[in-house]
């Protein structure tokens, strides 16, 4: 028999254990409390445990005199040694102890050892560097440094370890990581130099693959019009612009005729854009790399996957004016590099001082821009010349197609007869995971590729794999005095191939390039060939008398951009690598011929010049195509009209409807004009990427305005019909799932400009506060201000040397890669207002004093 509701005894059992369940609950509460404030009071303390120590004194083993290091409101050190090697060990101190993260990062990227940071998901990202073996290069260059280059690069390294050694806790991202920073060798800063080739360069022959398939598959003609080797944009330093090839007649290639009835093909979803937004990407694309629950975010260690267009971006402005030019007589340069900005940025500011040994009645003083991990200045000025970089897309590598033999298998011919593959395992290792083991093949020429459309073997020649040319890296630049020595230097380093532009003080201005130019023999290197014979190779290097230069132009005016800059025997030396369009060379060139007189305020405002006159012209053909016939009871279209009538000021301003409309039109007109035309490619070739031809705009464009019947695709009538459909598109992406008008779908909604910590996305709730606030930003990629998603200008430099207190210096982010740090981002809003800020480090905040 139950006991009766209302039962005294049960009820006071049941009150004493819910009274005992809530003193439970209230003492796990208590725990939990207790536990969390403990967990915070620790994270705290660890964080605060791993700032880089701004003042006071600190041992570093191996300096040969005390060295001085102060630092001013931004964080910009400048530091005092008596040698170049204690000024290395001094700097390799401060990068570790302000940006040791990024530096792991890099070197592991290079080295394809990411996997073992951050685990499984970055396994594939490995896999595919792994075919370079650059620590086994990098290792060798070492073996191969100069004896002074050697020992500041021992210095760097034994100053990076004891700058990491003096935190009291690891930097913040191996907390989150759950994992311990490993020691910096020597190898490792030629692994960072390496990285920046993988950002800069074609690290797998993807152009001239895409040239390869084109002229395998389409006609020539029709394969050289589609692969312009200029255009009207073209504003080359000599010469002029190239004549663009004729569109070929339907007796060469009537695609129209020859597709009638087949199925279309789209461009693969892997080169296609958002069409709603620009997503501001850290640059490893697919793989996230989980932490417990939690996603990192893509990490942000160089930009080796990118979207079509943002491969477009990673280039540069660099221009500069003699010194009779001026008011104060003194050579004015201008350099901003455009990468992926990450937080922290690219580059780490300094200003180093050593007494110089030739010199020694004054010290040397450099200062600019270093790369956290490389104990080099890389652009900026010593007082006596100043420098700075673009990137060439000159081609710097070659496809080699192997020949075989069944019967002699794993082997391959070479000028000395059939030889086998050099087999080697690659292990990677894996954070929390068994190793991965693959095997990786080489040949005398270089890695093996994966085979092209049509099953052939292929090698991979790339300046990159060549250790001799790495080993004289270190610090070039720094010493020279005047403008042929900074020229003499610079050729012939194992770095990434810049334009190199140099002013001296004297106010003499120069253009060559800065890095190792392969002598090509028996080849061009535009398309893939066989080099088994011996009559088609690389035969060493050129020599410093061979380099192409310009020295004082007669209109005392440089520019570049990462387009085409010479013509005839220079540019032959160099190569096509798929230079840029040419819009941002072509507006700098015009801005710079606009005027007599220059100062450093008029170049920063040629580096902040937004004008849209790379889109103009598709406007105009907007406009034409939308006639009152086109529009006539179509609203959505008379709309866009409007828009593009009274919204347009000739600038990529931020707030234009007018601009983002006309982009977008563009670019999607452009995606189904190439689906169409090169749509055997695509079928034939499944990697096939048009986009790695980056003068494509100048056969894109004259297929629209010409508008050639047979190259049209047949569910289209007419061209116009076509251009009508892709704006009743664009508008239908523009306004999806959006109120408001087509006016107020303007380009900073479209461009969203943020910059990302690599580990935000790790972080609950406090992640984002690692990140840059988002901004509304104008310019494209084609104005020399460029911004486009997460890549823009990584600094903005204006310099006279010998007039150093009068130059400009710009930095996205801060210094320092410590979010509790006062210099992590109190550089950004002056670079995102384009104010001018001091090229040298103001007054000393604080100082620090390194001693044997």
């Given at each position: ?233 073209d504003a080359p330093l000599v010469g002029g612009a190239y004549p663009l090839r004729p569109i070929p007649g339907p007796e060469v290639y009537d695609l129209r005729s020859k597709r009638h009835g087949k199925r279309q093909l789209p461009i693969p979803n892997v080169q296609r854009p958002n069409p709603e937004r620009v997503e501001s ?572």
């Open positions: 028999m139950g006991t009766p509701v209302g039962d005294p005894a049960k009820m006071d059992r049941v009150g004493r254990g819910g009274r005992r369940l809530l003193r439970a609950l209230a003492l796990l509460l208590v725990v939990l409390t207790f536990a969390a404030g403990a967990a915070v009071v620790w994270g705290r303390a660890e964080l605060r445990g791993s700032l880089p120590q701004l003042d006071g004194e600190r041992r570093v083993p191996g300096l040969e005199a005390p060295v001085a290091v102060t630092r001013d409101r931004l964080g910009i050190p400048t530091i005092r040694a008596r040698t170049r090697a204690d000024a290395a060990r001094a700097t390799g101190f401060l990068h570790a102890q302000d940006r040791f993260f990024q530096m792991d990062l890099a070197r592991r990227r290079a080295a394809g050892e990411l996997a073992a940071l951050v685990g499984i998901r970055a396994l594939a990202v490995d896999r595919e560097i792994r075919v370079h073996r650059f620590r086994a290069i990098a290792r060798r260059a070492v073996a191969l440094l100069g004896a002074d280059d050697h020992t500041v690069l021992e210095a760097y390294t034994a100053g990076v370890n004891a700058g990491l050694d003096a935190l009291s806790a690891p930097p913040f991202e191996y907390l989150v990581l759950r994992q311990t920073p490993a020691r910096w060798t020597p190898e490792d800063t030629l692994l960072v130099i390496l990285s920046m080739f993988v950002t800069l360069q074609d690290d797998e022959g993807s152009y001239e693959a895409t040239l390869a398939t084109m002229h395998d598959v389409l006609p020539a003609p029709m394969a050289e019009f589609l692969a312009p080797a200029g255009s009207e944009w990407r850290l640059g490893v694309g697919g793989w996230q790399v989980g932490v417990g629950s939690w996603d990192v975010g893509e990490l942000g260690v160089g930009s080796w996957e990118l979207g079509r267009e943002e491969r477009e971006a990673i280039g540069s402005n660099s221009f500069a004016v003699a010194g009779r030019l001026t008011d104060a007589g003194g050579a004015l340069l201008a350099n901003d590099m455009h990468l992926t900005i990450r937080v922290p940025n690219t580059w780490y500011r300094a200003s180093l001082e050593w007494l110089d040994s030739s010199h020694p009645e004054t010290p040397l003083r450099v200062t600019g821009v270093t790369l956290p991990g490389v104990p080099a200045v890389v652009v900026g000025s010593n007082t006596h010349i100043a420098w700075g970089f673009t990137n060439t897309y000159a081609d710097w590598n070659d496809i080699v197609l192997l020949e075989t033999d069944p019967s002699r298998p794993n082997q391959y011919r070479t000028p000395d007869g059939w030889r086998p593959f050099e087999q080697r395992e690659a292990m990677i290792e894996i954070a929390g995971e068994a190793p991965d083991r693959h095997e990786v093949r080489w040949t005398i020429w270089g890695p093996v590729l994966e085979p092209d459309h049509r099953g052939r073997p292929r090698a991979y020649r790339w300046v990159a794999h060549a250790p001799e040319r790495l080993a004289g890296s270190i610090t070039p630049m720094e010493t020279a005095r005047t403008l042929e020595q900074a020229l003499d230097q610079a050729n012939g380093v194992g770095a990434p191939g810049q334009n190199v532009v140099v002013v001296d003080r004297a106010g003499r201005i120069g253009w060559s390039i800065y890095g190792s130019i392969p002598r090509r023999v028996g080849i061009d290197g535009r398309l893939p060939t066989s080099w088994a014979d011996g009559s088609r190779r690389w035969d060493g290097w050129l020599s410093d008398e061979e380099y192409p230069r310009v020295v004082d132009p007669a209109d005392g005016r440089i520019w570049t951009a990462n387009a085409r800059v010479v013509d005839g025997p220079m540019l032959a030396r160099l190569g096509d690598g798929s230079y840029e369009i040419g819009s941002r060379a072509h507006i700098i060139r015009d801005r710079l011929m606009a005027r007599d007189r220059f100062t450093a305020r008029d170049l920063l405002d040629i580096a902040l010049d937004t004008r849209a006159d790379f889109l103009a012209r598709w406007r105009t053909l907007l406009l034409e195509t939308l006639t009152p016939d086109a529009i006539h009871g179509r609203g959505e279209r008379s709309s866009f009209r409007d828009v593009l009538e009274r919204d347009w000021s000739g600038q990529a301003s931020a707030d234009s409807a007018a601009y983002r409309l006309t982009r977008a039109v563009r670019q999607l007109l452009s995606e189904r004009i190439t689906a169409f035309v090169l749509a055997e490619c695509y079928e034939a070739d499944p990697t096939f990427d048009y986009t790695n031809v980056r003068r494509r705009d100048a056969a894109l464009w004259r297929l629209a305005t010409e508008q050639p019947l047979h190259l049209l695709d047949p569910q289209y009538a007419t061209w116009n019909e076509l251009i009508l459909d892709t704006v009743d598109d664009t508008i239908a992406n523009a306004m999806r799932d959006r109120g408001g008008s087509l006016g107020d779908r303007i380009w900073s909604e479209y461009n969203e400009v943020t910059f990302r910590h690599p580990l935000s996305a790790a972080i609950p709730l406090a992640g984002r506060w690692l990140d840059m606030p988002r901004a509304a930003l104008p310019g494209d990629l084609y104005t020399p201000r460029v911004h486009w998603g997460a890549i823009g200008a990584s600094e903005r430099m204006i310099v006279s040397p010998g007039r150093e207190a009068e130059g400009i210096m710009h930095m996205p982010t801060g210094q320092s890669g410590h979010p509790l740090s006062p210099f992590y981002a109190n550089s950004h809003g002056a670079w995102l207002a384009g104010e001018p800020t001091p090229f040298l480090p103001g007054p000393a905040v604080h100082t620090l004093r390194l001693v044997p």
